[in-house]
């Protein structure tokens, strides 16, 4: 192999390195309709979730193949007044410290956490990615 083969072997070697790790974070970006749900009626919610959104989170915490996590971020949009609950506080730290819970999963606990009365337009931008499908 001469060197320029060897060099372009490794330069692409490297690039797909540093790309494959953005790849998989992108790919997970609103892939549970569960998730893509609790990110929409979050992002439109004003101080209380309706009763379409209480209905639809119900659903969550019945559905058998709904995970922990998205029972718990269901659980917690479901108690929000004006503010999130204190009591589901330690619940969504869990989640957002967690190690194998999804990017999009850890964001919808940091919107709930941050929710107050409404959603800062950061976190909109937040819930936005989540349901990008480009």
Do not use: C
């Amino acid at each position: 192999m001469n060197s320029k083969t060897l060099t372009k072997t490794l330069i692409l070697g490297l690039l797909i390195i540093i790309i494959s790790p953005l790849a998989m974070s992108h790919s997970n970006h609103g892939s549970d309709a569960n998730v893509r749900a609790m990110a929409s009626m979050l992002a439109n919610m004003q101080h209380f979730p309706s009763e379409a959104d209480k209905s639809k989170l119900q659903e969550i915490l019945d559905h058998e193949s709904s995970t922990d996590n998205e029972k718990t971020l269901a659980s917690a949009i479901m108690r929000i007044e004006h503010q999130s609950d204190p009591e589901d506080a330690f619940s969504l730290d869990s989640i957002i410290e967690s190690e194998t819970a999804s990017g999009s999963v850890i964001n919808i606990a940091i919107v709930i956490k941050n929710f107050s009365h409404g959603v800062s337009d950061a976190d909109k931008r937040k819930l936005q990615l989540i349901n990008f499908k480009g």
